[in-house]
């Protein structure tokens, strides 16, 4: 790979990596929300009997965030590893990219 490759590589993989961690957050933002929306509905159904369809409907709405929750957690893990798997490509690249010019300059 020449150089202008490498360094056009690098590029890419590093507004890959920086898209990705935009995700995370965005996730990460969406669990924080999802939380206090499990907690709001929490504090909702303490006052009622625990017979009441309102406390069933209440439960399987928990239940629900409960399920996105996991999935939020199973997407942040995905985004994780998929920076784990740049910044191994990026080390690799900048080796790369050193040997290279290394090559280049050596007389």
Do not use: W
């Amino acid at each position: 790979m020449g150089m202008a490759t490498a360094q056009m590589r690098l590029m890419y993989l590093k507004a890959y990596s920086l898209d990705l961690e935009f995700k995370e957050q965005l996730v990460a933002e969406a669990k924080m929300n999802l939380s206090k929306t499990a907690t709001d509905l929490l504090n909702v159904g303490t006052d009622l009997d625990s017979d009441d369809p309102l406390v069933k409907k209440l439960e399987a709405r928990k239940e629900r965030l409960h399920v996105m929750e996991k999935e939020l957690d199973l997407q942040m893990q995905h985004y994780r590893e998929k920076l784990q798997m740049i910044e191994k490509e990026m080390e690799s690249c900048e080796q790369m990219l050193e040997k290279n010019i290394e090559r280049s300059f050596k007389y």
